[in-house]
């Protein structure tokens, strides 16, 4: 039938190999495929690798078509050092609510009804945030540059995220890690090690940025790791690192904050090192949506000397609570009627 050009199950293989640009050919005598440089005899071993070649074309189709989107490809159009297998994990792994997921991804790809989404803007010329009313209400705005949720929302969602590399630092060496539901103790040690959290560091010169996210003291090695954590819109997570960096090892009193890079002048590495630690800084910024750099798991697993499971391990579960603060910031801000 398929010589007479009729449809059949043969005519049918050739069209959607036809499709997906798959070339194969058939060798009668010998009752055999040859497909990709490899000889297939067994029916089903054929099958299993056609249907891989087809899946890896729909995904490479949809993420291009995903890439294209003017809102929703933005992520993917990054020019940052984005790593988009990693900044993804939270998702794959499925562990939060169909709820939490939804806003996330909604504010990823711009599908949030904000007063700058166009179906507002055709009925009011008003773009202000509805809770600051100081900028205007962007997605990016109301997820990590509002000032209404900084000091509550905001702080919540860093340290809950911050925990995650805490409880694997009290894990390591030792020490008793606190439940979620309780408080972290500002200082934790034992024979070998102290550990602060949001503890402010005595120094000789006065600093004004002097109290990290975490500080890790060897007192064997005479080493301090001063760790600094972020939660930042996509686009600004690099910024955010050199501003950590900036601070905290080159200028611990600049007061214009943003403006990078800072002068020369006090800061608390430089404290640290001349008080006799072997001092060293690691900024972790994660993106409000679940969005990581390239080599963040090498970099966790090198400074923290942890496993390479439990680097990634440690980034998907900060992931997921960024995602699930970002997820209550947004149900709390929308909450809110717009004026």
């Known amino acids: 039938m398929a010589k007479r050009q009729k449809r059949c199950v043969i ?20 009752s055999t495929v040859i497909l990709d ?8 071993t054929l099958a299993r690798h056609v249907v891989s070649l087809m899946r890896t074309a729909n ?41 939490a997921v939804r806003n ?24 202000s945030c509805r809770a600051c009313r100081k900028s205007k209400e962007t997605i990016a705005h109301i997820i990590s540059n509002c000032p209404t949720w900084l000091p509550t929302l905001y702080v919540d969602r860093h340290d809950s995220a911050a925990r995650n590399i805490y409880y694997k630092l009290c894990q390591k060496y030792g020490l008793m ?7 972290v103790l500002s200082v934790q040690e034992n024979d070998t090690i102290k550990l602060y959290w949001n503890q402010p560091v005595q120094t000789k010169k006065i600093i004004r940025h002097n109290k990290p996210d975490i500080i890790l003291f060897d007192k064997i090695k005479k080493t301090a790791l001063v760790i600094e954590f972020a939660i930042s819109w996509f686009t600004g997570i690099e910024r955010q690192i050199d501003i950590k960096t900036n601070r905290y090892c080159v200028n611990g009193n600049y007061d214009q904050d943003l403006n990078v890079p800072y002068p020369n002048g006090d800061n608390l590495l430089r404290e640290l090192q001349a008080a006799g630690w072997d001092a060293s800084f690691f900024p972790i910024v994660i993106g409000a949506t679940g969005e990581v750099l390239f080599g963040l798991s090498g970099k966790i697993k ?38």
Not at 18 to 24: E, V, W
Not at 105 to 124: F, I, N, R, Y
Not at 177 to 183: E, K, L, M, S
């Open 177 to 183: 890690p606190p439940h979620y539901t309780q408080q």
């Open 104 to 127: 996330v991804l909604a504010a990823q790809e711009g599908c949030l009804l904000t007063k700058t989404h166009p179906a507002h803007t055709k009925h009011s010329a008003d773009l």
């Open 302 to 339: 090198e400074h923290l000397g942890i496993s390479s499971e439990a680097a990634d391990e440690c980034i998907e579960r900060m992931q997921q609570s960024a995602a699930l603060g970002t997820s209550r910031i947004i149900k709390n801000h929308l909450s809110k009627k717009a004026r």
């Open 59 to 99: 995904n490479t189709r949809r993420y291009e078509e995903w890439r294209d989107l003017p809102l929703a490809g933005r992520v993917l159009r990054s020019t940052s050092n984005i790593g988009l297998v990693g900044s993804f994990a939270w998702l794959k792994q499925a562990k939060l609510s169909s709820t």
């Open 37 to 44: 440089g490899a000889i297939f005899v067994d029916a089903k």
């Open 11 to 30: 005519s049918d293989a050739q069209s959607i190999l036809k499709t997906y640009n798959i070339n194969a050919k058939i060798d009668e005598a010998h």
